[in-house]
């Protein structure tokens, strides 16, 4: 079944120079496990194919329950220089949230997550 | 080694302002509300220097966060009366002046002898900038590796980030209100407690604790409620929301709370949100005074709006200082036209087709010309999803050059796309776009030898 990321995920974005880094953290502890295998560092980067120029790097905080994400080339040079609405990355945060994973259906019962509506 | 009765004693340092614009209520509000011992505030973002610079070019009594001024006035009571100490960044590139502004506020409100404020120099390295390249000090681009010599005549300002120890210094000396420059964000709440509890320059994981100490609340009530995306619409009462309290024990374990009677909430999401804020290697959080590691952050429930901090580790601080350097880059501007239905999506999308091929035609030449449709796509651009026709979208159109007269016609195109365009167009009320010389941010590392800081108590 689905699943999607923000039903089972916070998150908060901000910037550093041209790099924009996304927190992840999952809504139950144990959802964490799970999450931090799917958001492999090769997921998020073909997730923001497209909307930034450079590499994606990955963390892992499991004493947060929390995976951090910096996107590289995220904002057309950097805060002050970006043309963007969103120039310091603030809502790159919800941006990653949109992902939906395509979860078997045992695993998804086992752990509880909920089944993304139609 | 036996308990000390002082073992438990904890000391209450306050966030009251999370950057250069925040509420102004909030300083006033976190000494009045509740018990606290001292006011951190919060004034500099990375380009807010170069901002102060320009202000101290045009007045050289200037250059400082005036902001401050007006949070010292609200709360001199707590100072003078309940010995509430204050620590800022707010002297920007003019701490002395920003200092003396202070003492003018105490001195008119008869509190003259009360306050002594201690100022902390050293961290502007825009005199010596020549000096310091020329002695082999490259200052070198962080992330692209350039030498600084590719935009020094361009140069606004250069500040290093300095750390805890001056801060610690002033509050040895009796300072009760203390005002430096660039000073990290963190060191703001770290040195209290380091002065507070006597915490040694190499105890790194007490240090390292009072860094993500002031991490988490150096954002002001963007760990207690604000910004917060974790069961948003449950989180009570925003319009009175309390900032949050570090309550810190000399052990280094700290729980960070809210005044009573405040909105907002503080929880572990709530927490855990601002811990990731802005985050890059959490193993290596680095700053002047230690390298903290977010990997080792524990928190726990503690009650209604408490969450215990413990666990924290540090180690040794580099050798080095970043540097904060800005410099001029170019012209910008973003103008905006709001369609409404039927269609809007498809008459802001001829919109600007019309614009793009007039300034094609004028020969204008951009680094960037960006095209947004807010509404449908601004914020997450390919990643957006179209849930129906949109009922009015804002057409936002934004261009850059190193020209300011190609940036300045630019404006004057957007308004005439109202009657010389496609229809139902409207929203233009704000006039002429606004052209913004962009300054833009160096980031570059120095040998903490290079950077001598030193401290003034004035009274």
């Known amino acids: 079944m689905k699943v999607r990321l923000v039903d089972i995920a916070h998150a908060r974005s901000g910037d550093k120079g041209d790099t924009a880094n996304v927190g992840v953290i999952a809504l139950k502890p144990e959802w964490y496990p799970f999450i931090s295998e799917r958001l492999t560092r090769d997921r998020v980067r073909a997730h923001f194919a497209g909307v930034i120029t450079g590499d994606v790097e990955r963390f892992a905080l499991p004493n947060l329950n929390a995976l951090n994400f910096l996107l590289h080339g995220a904002l057309d040079g950097g805060g002050t220089l970006s043309l963007k609405t969103d120039a310091q990355g603030k809502v790159f945060s919800t941006a990653l949230l949109r992902m939906v994973l395509d979860v078997p259906d045992d695993e998804a019962r086992t752990l509880g997550l909920p089944a993304a509506r139609p | ?459």
């Open chain 2, 1 to 459: 080694m036996s308990a000390s009765p002082k073992a438990d004693r904890i000391v209450r340092v306050a966030s009251g302002q999370g950057f250069w614009g925040d509420w102004l209520e909030a300083p006033r509000r976190q000494v009045e509300g509740g018990p606290v011992d001292y006011l951190m505030l919060d004034y500099l973002a990375e380009v807010t220097m170069s901002i102060l610079q320009k202000q101290k070019e045009r007045d050289p009594a200037m250059g400082y966060a005036r902001d401050f001024i007006g949070a010292m006035e609200s709360v001199l009571p707590a100072v003078v009366d309940r010995g509430v100490k204050v620590i800022a960044n707010a002297g920007g590139v003019n701490p002395v002046s920003c200092a003396h502004a202070v003492l003018e506020v105490a001195r008119q409100a008869g509190a003259a002898g009360k306050v002594k404020v201690g100022v902390v120099t050293g961290d502007d390295l825009l005199p010596r900038l020549d000096e310091l390249i020329a002695s082999g000090h490259g200052l070198t681009h962080m992330e692209t590796g350039e030498p600084l010599s590719a935009v020094r005549d361009r140069v606004l300002s250069a500040n290093a980030y300095i750390g805890s120890t001056p801060i610690v210094e002033a509050l040895a000396r009796g300072a009760n209100v203390v005002v430096t420059g660039r000073s990290t964000d963190t060191a703001l709440t770290m040195a209290p407690l380091r002065h507070e509890f006597g915490w040694g320059a190499t105890e790194w994981d007490k240090l390292a604790a009072g860094i993500i100490a002031g991490h988490i609340i150096e954002c002001g009530a963007q760990c207690s409620g604000g910004n917060c995306l974790y069961d948003w619409r449950n989180i009570p009462d925003l319009a009175n929301i309390g900032y949050p309290i570090v309550e810190a024990r000399a052990d280094g374990t700290f729980t960070v709370v809210k005044h009573p009677n405040t909105g907002g909430r503080i929880n572990v999401p709530s927490v855990t949100e601002q811990c990731v804020y802005e985050m890059g290697d959490p193993h290596s959080y680095i700053t002047p005074d230690v390298v903290a590691d977010f990997t080792t952050i524990h928190l726990a429930a503690d009650g209604p709006d408490r969450v215990r901090v413990y666990g924290i580790k540090g180690r040794p601080a580099t050798d080095k200082l970043k540097v904060s350097i800005a410099y001029r880059a170019g012209f910008k501007a973003v103008g905006t036209l709001v369609y409404a239905w039927p269609d809007a999506m498809d008459k802001a999308q001829l919109a600007d087709r019309v614009l793009r091929e007039r300034l094609d035609r004028m020969g204008l030449r951009f680094d960037q010309l960006l095209t947004e449709f807010v509404g449908v796509n601004a914020t997450h651009g390919p990643l957006a999803v179209s849930s129906g026709e949109a009922q009015e979208v804002q057409l936002r159109v934004g261009v850059r050059s190193p020209d300011r007269k190609a940036v300045e016609r630019f404006t004057r195109e957007i308004a005439p796309l109202v009657l010389n365009g496609p229809p139902s167009v409207t929203g233009f009320a704000g006039g002429r776009p606004k052209v913004e010389e962009i300054v833009a941010y160096w980031p570059a590392l120095v040998d903490k030898s290079v950077v001598q800081t030193s401290v003034e108590v004035l009274s």
